[in-house]
């Protein structure tokens, strides 16, 4: 019966967009109810394993709610480099008892920003890569300790303040690396959902979009009134293919922008240039293209600023 019940868990999770395995269960499952996750003989004695049959339905239901909340957020399969990182909310859903609320549109907006915040740094700062199990368990303890009334994100982002490859703080370098990363990593996602934390994800797919056109760089050829300087630049795929020119959009929005030049699309669709993170008062012009691109990467370094908190540059990069 538990190899069925896990297997249907297994496939309810797989409706998500998510593949998990026997062994994530089995961790959560050990994260929820022992002290002790790491996978030995006596973490699965008789009296653990009825904590897990008599709590099953709801454990299915928090798993299952937790990716569900990560798939609104508009993450899948390739993005979401660490399974892991699932588990802590996994337990916070569990011990608050919302498996059944924190999926609907009205559920606390400020309390789901948190774990989203906490969920990409995690992501980006590769938090579980490595000592997963001790990482883990000093996050529960951390979250059976704090006074937050909420996710303690927080509380977790002081507690790894002083372990430098496993803190979420972001430096200055770290950001402008950030910044350059390719539409086609996996981590790319995490980074422009930070920077698009003022989006409403529910029910909606957003895109990862080129603000400026990506066929108009694969197609430019040298000409005579460009300089081989400039030439290099709008060819350099870390200028128009990384961070620094892209957005999160609606997805319906999207597919009507197409191959749209930028300016055309602000210009007919009278674009709100704040909240799409465009720079005001600089040419949207194409030929402008390398200040709008010095423009947007301090534009969107100030933004992630804002929604980390602060940037310590006292804190050594990992």
């Known amino acids: ?32 109810f022992n002290d002790n996750i790491k996978f030995q003989i006596k973490n699965f004695k ?8 008599d709590n099953w339905d709801r454990i299915d239901d928090s798993i299952v709610a937790a990716f569900n909340l990560l798939k609104s957020w508009g993450f899948d399969e390739l993005n979401l480099t660490s399974k892991n990182a699932v588990i802590p909310i996994v337990f916070y859903i569990y011990t608050k008892g919302i498996e059944t609320e924190i999926t609907k549109p009205t559920y606390n907006e400020d309390e789901k920003e948190q774990i989203r915040k906490w969920l990409c740094l995690s992501l980006l700062k590769k938090v579980f890569g490595g000592q997963s199990d001790t990482i883990l368990t000093k996050i529960k ?19 790894f ?21 390719d539409i086609n990593d996996s981590y790319c996602y995490s980074i422009l959902s930070l920077l698009y934390a003022h989006l409403d994800y529910n029910n ?21 009134d460009m300089d081989e300087e400039t030439y290099k630049f709008y060819k350099d795929k870390a200028n128009y293919n990384s961070v620094v020119n892209l ?4 997805g319906y929005v999207n ?5 749209t030049s930028l300016k055309e699309w602000v210009e007919k669709n009278k674009i709100d240039k704040k909240f799409q993170l465009i720079p005001e008062n600089v040419s949207l012009d ?9 423009e947007r990467e301090a534009l969107l370094k100030k933004r992630l600023l804002e929604v980390v908190g602060y940037v310590d540059d006292n804190v050594e990069e990992n």
């Open 247 to 250: 957005q999160l959009l609606n």
């Open 204 to 224: 909606k797919r957003f895109h990862k979009d080129h603000l400026h056109p990506k066929s108009y760089f694969t197609g430019l050829r040298k000409k005579d």
């Open 286 to 294: 194409i030929k402008d293209f390398k200040i709008f691109i010095k």
């Open 141 to 159: 303890s951390v979250m059976n300790e704090t006074e937050e009334k909420g996710f303690p994100f927080k509380d977790i982002k002081e507690a």
């Open 161 to 181: 303040k002083g372990n430098p490859t496993k803190n979420l703080y972001l430096t200055s370098d770290y950001i402008d690396s950030l910044l350059h990363t």
């Open 46 to 53: 008789v009296d653990m394993i009825k904590k897990f049959e």
């Open 1 to 32: 019966d538990a190899r069925k019940a896990i297997e249907e868990t297994k496939k309810e999770v797989k409706s998500c967009g998510f593949d998990v395995n026997t062994d994530f269960i089995l961790k959560t499952c050990l994260f929820l």
């Open 255 to 259: 597919e009507s922008k197409n191959a």
